[in-house]
Nanobody, 114 residues
Framework: VQLQASGGGLVQAGGSLRLSCAASGTTFGLNAVGWYRQAPGSQREVVAR???????NYADAVKGRFTISRDIKKNTLYLQMNSLKPEDTATYYC?????????WGQGTQVTVSS
């Protein structure tokens, strides 16, 4: 299983970005998937997840601004990020849990300037 994240970049506060995570070797449609982020000096934290029963959950800090989704045909996971804030600056990782195995993408950097 390999996860390839992309879509990060530099954006001004209030702007938008869409992160993508393409999977190979498995499918997003049957597994719990999510996005995490890690800022310098901080622990990795969950941003948004879709559980195996297809329920989406969000961290309080991003509710109403971020949307997680997946395209089954393209086997790609997305994170639409709107109204970005400087505190959203971090490296973002996609995650997939398949049975007892957990997989991570390589991370994509998001930097929000004030």
């Amino acid at each position: 299983v390999q996860l390839q994240a992309s879509g990060g970049g530099l954006v001004q506060a209030g702007g938008s970005l869409r992160l993508s995570c393409a999977a190979s070797g498995t499918t997003f449609g049957l597994n719990a998937v999510g996005w995490y982020r890690q800022a310098p000096g901080s622990q990795r934290e969950v941003v948004a997840r879709i559980s195996s029963d297809r329920t989406a959950n969000y961290a309080d800090a991003v509710k109403g601004r971020f949307t997680i989704s997946r395209d089954i045909k393209k086997n790609t996971l997305y994170l639409q990020m709107n109204s970005l804030k400087p505190e959203d600056t971090a490296t973002y990782y996609c995650n997939l849990v398949k049975k007892t195995q957990e997989y991570w993408g390589q991370g994509t950097q998001v930097t929000v300037s004030s």
